[in-house]
């Protein structure tokens, strides 16, 4: 059979739908977060509606030898969900979170985005934590860990994660938790989408209700940074803030004199009683006169703001952990960020400690939780041809900040060679995922990603 009728017969076969390129909407539905991957032309794109479809897509790749792209929220930095020549196969309409209210946990299709998933548990008054983004994919980011605004409070996302309904490359379809399947269990926490395709996950929910939340614009210095990042670490598990150094943009929000004058943007949350949340918070507050104070008692589903401002059409990426940021390394940072010649650049600071840290390193395939901050050196632009240039850049910066010590945090992982990707885990981590994933994917089916490559036979 051509891929052509392959195709067709896949498509007669699913309950969803094959999108080709001849379809009114194939643009719309391949679109990547990044503007970057749009051009790729997939040879069609499966929107699939089950797990029993997500195995006959599996099933075709398998037959016919085209590459498989798994896509839910579109967000990789490194257009793993986009695919040129190959097929997407799209969660997107595996929708629906079914709250068991009274045992405080949801199951949730594979294709829901945080935002949305958010909204439907805060009108409980309950959470799961996710990121910082509310159009991020509930499952993209939960296999790479999970650091946001309440990870600090209640662990990693994957720290919430009770199970999860998988088709693996045989086309089973498992459910799998601590007692079943547990060594994919434990992979999929960490372990990125080497190992399958998840198409519903099993989520514990905790009570959150009402929070200080929002962002601080703080003027910054070298000694600033430090003692920002001090204060944050001494702060309750209450309080998880994701800061941003950098050269202000011309956002509407900033008085026109600060635009290109250093600063510290950061969203926090704290989730603690009202008068702790006042006190470690007005400690933030008060390293500096603020430029913008826009913390406020909100929901917390608030958090997640609309996303209607543009966003940029590439971004380079280096994630590396430290253990102590000094003034020396902000002043090191604030002279490259002055050098870059990225629209714009950023060094983002997210401290862990507190749940993150209370879990052993091995319990889960993200082996860093001793680690006190992931530090993202990031620069966005329009160009997606000066992308060597950027990379280089956030490596030169991030090389620096990591100091010799090892390790990357996946999901903001933005270069997928073999030896970075490998790098990325703990040598023990590592072991165990590449037995797992010979277990499970001996051909490598699952190859769009940060790959970790079985074993040969
Ligand atoms: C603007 C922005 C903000 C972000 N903020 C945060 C943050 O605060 N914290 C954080 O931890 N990360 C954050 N990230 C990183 C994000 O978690 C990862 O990029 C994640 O992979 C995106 O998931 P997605 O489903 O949206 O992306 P997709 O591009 O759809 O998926 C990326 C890859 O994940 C795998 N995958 C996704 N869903 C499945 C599934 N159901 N089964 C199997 N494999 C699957 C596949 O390999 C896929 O190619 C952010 C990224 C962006 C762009």
Redesign the pocket.
């Known amino acids: 059979m051509t891929n052509e009728s392959s195709l067709r017969a896949l498509a007669n076969d699913l309950t969803g739908e094959v999108i080709e390129p001849t379809h009114p909407s194939f643009d719309q539905t391949k679109t ?3 503007d970057e991957f749009n051009d790729r032309k997939p040879l069609a794109v499966a929107r699939v509606a089950d797990a029993a479809d997500v195995a006959r897509v599996i099933g075709f790749s398998r037959d016919t030898g085209v590459r498989l ?9 490194l257009g ?2 986009a695919s040129e020549g190959g097929l997407v196969l799209d ?1 997107s309409a595996i929708g629906g979170v079914d709250l068991e209210v009274e045992k405080r946990t949801a199951w949730v299709g ?1 294709g829901v985005l945080a935002g949305e998933y958010t909204r439907v548990t805060g009108e409980h008054g309950l959470v799961t934590g ?4 509310g ?3 509930i ?3 939960t ?6 605004f309440l990870h600090r409070k209640l662990g990693m ?1 994957i720290d919430s994660l009770l199970g999860a309904e998988v088709v693996t490359a045989d086309g089973e379809i498992r459910t799998i938790d601590e007692g079943n399947d547990p060594d994919l269990f434990w992979a999929i926490r960490g372990g ?2 080497n190992f ?4 519903r996950l099993h989520f514990r929910l905790h009570p959150v209700d009402t929070v200080l939340g929002g962002m601080l614009i703080l003027p910054a210095s070298p000694a600033l940074v430090a003692d920002f990042v001090s204060v944050s670490r001494e702060a309750s598990d209450d309080l998880s803030v ?1 800061a941003g150094v950098a050269m202000a943009p011309p956002l509407p929000f900033l008085p026109p004199e600060v635009h290109g004058e250093l600063i510290v943007m950061a969203f926090m949350v704290h989730a603690g009683s009202p008068e702790t949340a006042e006190r470690e918070v007005g400690r933030l507050r008060s390293l500096a006169t603020p430029l913008v104070d826009g913390l406020e008692t909100m929901r917390y589903p608030e958090i997640y703001a609309d996303e209607d401002a543009p ?1 940029p059409a590439a ?1 380079s990426v280096r994630s590396v952990f430290s253990d102590d940021l000094t003034i020396e390394d902000a002043e090191a940072a604030i002279t490259a960020l002055t050098s870059s010649t990225a629209d714009m650049s950023v060094l983002q600071i997210r401290v862990l400690g507190g749940a993150v840290a209370r879990i052993p390193n091995d319990a889960t395939a993200f082996g860093h939780r001793h680690r006190a901050m992931i530090l993202n050196v990031a620069a966005a632009y329009q160009d997606p041809g000066q992308r060597p240039e950027h990379d280089a850049w956030v490596e030169d910066l991030g090389e620096h900040l990591a100091g010799g010590s090892p390790g990357s ?1 996946i ?2 992982l933005g270069d997928d060679s073999p030896e970075t990707v490998r790098a990325a885990y703990p040598p023990a981590t590592w072991q165990r995922l590449v037995d797992v994933k010979t277990k499970y994917d001996q051909d490598n089916l ?1 190859s ?2 940060h790959n970790i490559a079985p074993r040969s036979r």
């Open positions: 990547s977060f990044y792209a798994v896509r839910a929220g579109g967000h990789s930095m793993h969900s969660l594979g996710f990121g910082d983004t159009s991020v994919g499952s993209g980011i296999f790479g860990g999970g650091v946001g996302t990125g989408g399958g395709v998840a198409t994701v966003h971004m945090y999901n903001f699952f769009s990603n």
